[in-house]
């Protein structure tokens, strides 16, 4: 398959996307205002398991209708929550994600975000938060596998949380749901489907909710990610949902390069089935090209070789070059780990106002 608009249609194909999904039996659930957001619990049936709870959140002195952000929260090798790893909710920072925001810089960056004037929505996916996996699930379905002894270390150090999941505490919950990643991804292609194709879906569906709320946000919208939000951030936007802009944050790099060493650490969403045979990983966000695009690189990333990184922005910089675009898409480097602190966000947010603002048509 050759790269450029022409993978559009058949990406979600090559990762067994299931189609047609739209927010089911959708409402509000409660409403606040705190520290200058104003904020929605809402929720709403993907047609299966339990309903995907999302926080909308906008400025509290905002009159009307706003440009559109999917804030997508990552993977963190931490599945108990979602959304509240990337925003704060009514009760403000969950105590819970302390370890998880050091890599945000210690800041809520969906809450920032909409302080910057859009209407961000922040939903839970497929695994995470709201749409987990009950522990005696987990618990039940990895205990089964007996064959696989590696795994019993690790069921043991969780086993005093079986009773109750709320009180397992976020360590004991997310080791166990690590394992079972693989498990689902199994599962998955029994159906017909993938993980990355799961996830994509629900977030299409939330894309759509977002759409759908005229009297939050009206005009283009823009998803971003970090890490496993970054892949989120990809896959939603090549997939034929309507996103005008696309931020990936610390999950971008040619797969060739990561072959030796930097493939274990990484969660299915990047390694969807028939993908590389067919596409590289830059070649998914490529598929919108010269859509708006914005990569943000940390050279020493651990989880991403540099090589790997350097090779994807010459394919990404070239394509849009060829297309007569290439101020349509915007690479930013940093030095340092794998994150996105606040330096990294205010520069991702102000060039994502840059995009929204020419895709609006304003002069």
């Known amino acids: 398959m050759a790269p450029g608009a022409r993978t559009r249609p058949g990406l979600p194909d090559l990762i067994r ?56 929260h990552g993977h963190d090798d931490f599945k108990l929550l979602g959304k509240e790893k990337i925003a704060d909710g009514p009760d403000g920072t969950c105590e819970e994600v302390g370890p ?7 800041r ?7 302080l910057q004037g859009f209407a961000v929505l922040v939903p839970d996916v497929f695994l995470w938060g709201s ?75 939330a894309l759509d909710y977002l759409r759908s709320r005229t009297d939050r946000c009206l005009g283009p919208v823009a998803a971003i990610g970090c890490s496993g939000g970054g892949a989120r951030a990809a896959l939603v936007g090549a997939t034929g949902a309507s996103v005008d802009v696309v931020a990936v944050v610390a999950m971008m790099s040619c797969y060739r390069p990561m072959v030796e060493g930097h493939v274990a650490t990484h969660t299915w969403m990047l390694f969807p089935p028939n993908l590389a045979p067919e596409l590289d990983w830059p070649d998914v966000v490529l598929s919108r090209a010269p859509a708006p695009l914005l990569v943000q690189y940390v050279l020493d990333d651990e989880l991403f070789p540099e090589d790997g990184m350097r090779a994807a922005d010459r394919m990404l910089a070239d394509r849009y070059g060829a297309l007569g675009r290439p101020e349509a898409y ?7 780990g794998h994150r996105f602190d606040r330096t990294m966000q205010d520069a991702a947010f102000e060039q994502i106002g840059v995009f929204l603002h020419r895709a609006a048509g304003a002069p």
């Open 108 to 114: 809520a960056f969906a809450n920032a975000l909409a």
């Open 131 to 205: 749409r987990r996996f009950d522990y005696e699930a987990i618990d039940a379905s990895l205990r089964s596998a007996s064959h696989l002894e590696w795994l019993r270390p690790h069921l043991e150090a969780a086993s005093d949380a079986r009773p109750d999941e709320a009180r397992a505490g976020a360590g004991s919950y997310n080791r166990v749901a690590a394992l079972h990643e693989d498990i689902v991804e199994r599962l998955c292609r029994v159906l017909g489907t993938s993980l990355a194709g799961v996830v994509a879906y629900e977030d299409a569906i």
């Open 17 to 72: 996307m299931p189609r047609g999904g739209r927010p089911l039996d959708a409402r509000v659930e409660r409403t606040w205002e705190r520290d200058g957001v104003a904020g929605e619990e809402v929720s709403w049936s993907v047609g299966f398991g339990p309903r995907t709870r999302a926080w909308l959140l906008r400025p509290a002195a905002a009159t009307g209708p706003l440009p559109g952000a999917l804030a997508l």
């Open 330 to 336: 915007a690479a930013q480097f940093y030095d340092g």
């Open 100 to 106: 998880v925001r050091a890599a945000y810089g210690d």
